[in-house]
């Protein structure tokens, strides 16, 4: 199947549905289906507001759908992607205890279960075998929760999808559970071809091993046929396989035969299968999710607000929450981009996505972007998608204020899973905005961002203004010195010069490449009683202990091998990192750099008090590419400076100078932070400088600081 125009629409549309439907299930997760009959009668509509919940949440399903789906890419796009290599993926992405897993415990949780298997040296598939962990444990639900992305990647193609779906799945689950999710995606890939739901579940049964699977969805599929309600149905499911019928948390069988009854019973109406799949009980959001990305692929994007608008609330806003931090405020179309960037090179053909971080290239979309939240415009403000072309903007007074989400809002709630993540736009980057106007009274437009302070405030910094003519208009704005603080928000304002209503087309908005100079210095913490300011959220660690101190910027301690705290992005490519260090007593420590995830990275490392190593971190472990002698001691102050160029690693301390090269290339860019082992190690003074504008960095920072930014504090 040619990957055209309308296979990237519904690889959206998929990536939306699936968002969507556990955006409407999260609220009543848990609940009983009597409970949710009570409440809601049929909830044909977002309900978090009357549950005083978050819409837009942190949850496994989005987590683990798109986070695991990492590892196509860390794999070069092979088509022959194991289910080893996805376990991989698991320990990279997966912070213990914190990110994507429902941390019930081992027995009990099967991801968690199979996670600990991973980090005890099983490798998949074994580490989800039943073989291990019991027939039980390893037919729960969270085979098919997590496979969506690698069943879109192979559009009209559910023998390939088959193959990466089986192999994903395999990672913690088996037998019923696997073969669930390989009908599934089975069903997904071939959606993008056909539309009827017979020829569907006929095709998706040609992949199954299991007669058991066949027999359920045969049974499934009679019923539905004679059913006059869909309560009805449900009330069968249940005298037949029930909950009270199947052992375990969360067992498959009855979750899978309600997510395709609610598929069969919807039919072509996007908005009423999931109503089924949510008003119907057992585990909404999952069963939900997989029903809105399968009809999403199959009715297209249209169908999201066709009956019910479940797209508008939404606004494209994803978290997905992984060690890779900087990845973590994400969104539709990003996500769709990805998807279709591994379709491409696994099929060969040429991937036509846009090069800027925010393009609105799909129709409808708007990529988080919404009056600003922290400045308000006076006057009513509307977005509009221009064919994919760009973000309308229109205001009915003279100014409007316009911003999309770069890291968490302070002011938000949080239900459940952890929100873990760093910011993806830092100070010192470059921001780079096009927008487009067509009439020719002088409209003027300038770029802002909203930062937290250590107040627990918030700020906002704008640039200058710029008269945008007709046209086509780019802006460039440096984003000046913090203090280290994390952006929030990045924006756009417009003014009408004559106090006439204004308008522009925003064509697209970006940044790219590590800061010019970003900047954390002294002791964050001001008082022991009090608690940790929120700038702390920004930084990512799987060390067991992370914390701020009274004498120094952070203190990082964990009990094993490999305890790391990062912060940045994949943005960031060829760049230094340095800190004044005192390593207490530990085995090692040091620098990280191009971090993506907590297993991926380079580092610079001081042990045993007398060896300094540059390293490349991987699956497999440490591997050494270059090592000196140096001798310290504990409690020793350090300056240490960790630069990447190209292929290059320098690090220096003092003056000691070690260099490197990784021939392979393996990491081009990410995040940049610290690691110890078995220990403890104290941070000071830490910085982040983009090694080949470093100049620039000096001689323009801070020569137009005073003439293009101003700052607002917002109680």
């Known amino acids: 199947m040619r990957l055209t125009r309308d296979v990237q629409e519904r690889i959206y549309a998929g990536v939306l549905g699936k968002m969507t439907g556990v955006y409407l299930g999260r609220p009543v997760e848990g609940w009983t289906y009597e409970a949710i009959s ?54 990279n992405y997966i912070i213990e205890d914190k990110t994507i897993l429902w941390w019930g415990g081992l027995g009990n949780s099967t991801e968690h279960t199979a996670y600990l298997n991973l980090k005890n040296g099983i490798p998949a598939p074994e580490s989800g075998s ?18 969506d992305a690698f069943a879109m990647m192979c559009p009209g193609d559910p023998e390939r999808a088959s193959h990466f779906v089986r192999a994903a799945s395999s990672v913690s689950h088996d037998g019923i559970a696997v073969e669930a999710a390989v009908f599934l995606g089975a069903l997904e890939a071939a959606a993008f071809s056909e539309r009827k739901l017979d020829r569907l579940f006929d095709e998706g049964e040609r992949y199954l091993n299991s007669e058991l699977m066949r027999r359920l969805i045969g049974d499934v599929r009679n019923t539905c046929a004679k059913a006059g309600h869909w309560r009805e149905v449900r009330d069968y499911l249940n005298r037949n396989y029930g909950y009270d019928r199947f052992e375990g948390v969360c067992h498959i069988i009855p979750n899978h035969a309600l997510m395709l009854a609610s598929i069969l019973l919807g039919g072509d109406d996007f908005a009423r299968s999931l109503m089924i799949a949510v008003s119907a009980g057992w585990d909404t959001d999952c069963n939900a999710g997989n029903v809105g990305c399968f009809n999403g692929i199959r009715l297209g994007l249209d169908a999201l607000t066709k009956t019910v608008d479940v797209r508008s609330p939404v606004r494209d806003r994803l978290f997905v929450i992984t060690a890779d931090g900087g990845e973590g ?46 400045v308000s415009s006076g006057d009513d403000v509307l977005l509009t998608n221009v064919d994919g072309r760009g973000l309308m903007i229109t205001a009915a007074g003279a100014v409007a204020y316009v911003s999309t989400p770069t890291f968490f809002d302070p002011n938000a709630q949080w239900q459940g899973y952890d929100a873990v993540a760093s910011p993806s736009l830092y100070e010192g980057q470059t921001v780079t905005a096009r927008l487009d106007v067509t009439q020719q009274k002088p409209i003027l437009a300038r770029l802002y961002v909203c930062h937290a302070t250590l107040q627990d405030k918030i700020e906002v910094v704008y640039g200058q203004e710029n008269f945008l003519r007709q046209g086509n208009t780019r802006i460039d704005w440096v984003i000046p010195p913090l203090g280290g603080m994390p952006v929030l928000r990045v924006g756009v304002s417009l003014r009408s010069s004559m106090g006439d209503p204004c308008a522009a087309t925003l064509l697209s908005l970006d940044w790219t490449g590590a800061p010019l100079k970003y900047q954390l210095t002294g002791a964050l913490q001001k008082n022991i009683t009090d608690p940790m300011p929120f700038a702390f959220r920004a930084f990512v660690s799987s060390a067991r202990h992370t914390s701020l101190s009274l004498m120094h910027t952070l203190c990082v301690s964990h009990p094993a091998e490999n305890g790391v705290v990062t912060l940045g992005t994949r943005d960031f490519s060829d760049y230094s990192i340095s800190a004044r260090i005192i390593p207490q007593p530990n085995q090692r420590c040091g620098l990280v750099i191009r971090a993506r995830g907590h297993r991926q990275y380079y580092a610079a490392l001081l042990s045993g008090g007398n060896t300094l190593s540059l390293v490349l971190r991987d699956a497999a472990g440490d591997t050494v590419l270059a090592h000196c002698a140096f001798a310290y001691t504990a409690f020793e102050q350090l300056t240490m400076m960790l630069s990447a160029r190209g292929n290059n690693l320098k690090v220096s301390v003092g003056e000691t100078v070690l260099h490197a090269a990784d021939a392979s290339a393996r990491y081009r860019s990410g995040g940049a932070g610290f690691r110890v082992d078995i220990g403890t190690m104290m941070v000071d003074d830490f910085s982040i400088m983009n090694a080949s504008e470093r100049n620039r960095c000096q001689q323009s920072v801070g020569m137009h600081e005073e003439d293009v930014n101003h700052t607002v504090i917002l109680e």
């Not at 942190?58 to 794999?75: I, K, M, P, Q, Y």
């Open 38 to 91: 009570s409440r809601f009668g049929e909830i044909t509509d977002y309900v978090h507001e009357e549950l005083n919940l978050p819409l837009i949440v942190t949850d496994d399903d989005l987590s683990g759908t798109f986070g695991f789906f990492r590892a196509v890419e860390d794999n070069d796009f092979s088509p022959e992607l194991t289910a080893k290599a996805v376990g991989d993926a698991w320990l």
């Open 130 to 147: 039943a073989a291990r962990n019991g027939k039980v444990l390893s037919e729960q639900i969270g085979a098919q929760i997590f496979m």
């Open 329 to 374: 405020i994400t969104d539709a179309v990003r996500e769709t981009r990805k998807i279709f960037r591994a379709a491409s090179a696994v099929y060969h053909e040429a991937a036509n996505i846009p090069p800027e971080r925010f393009a609105f290239e799909y129709p409808g979309s708007v990529q988080g972007f919404e009056p600003c939240p922290y």
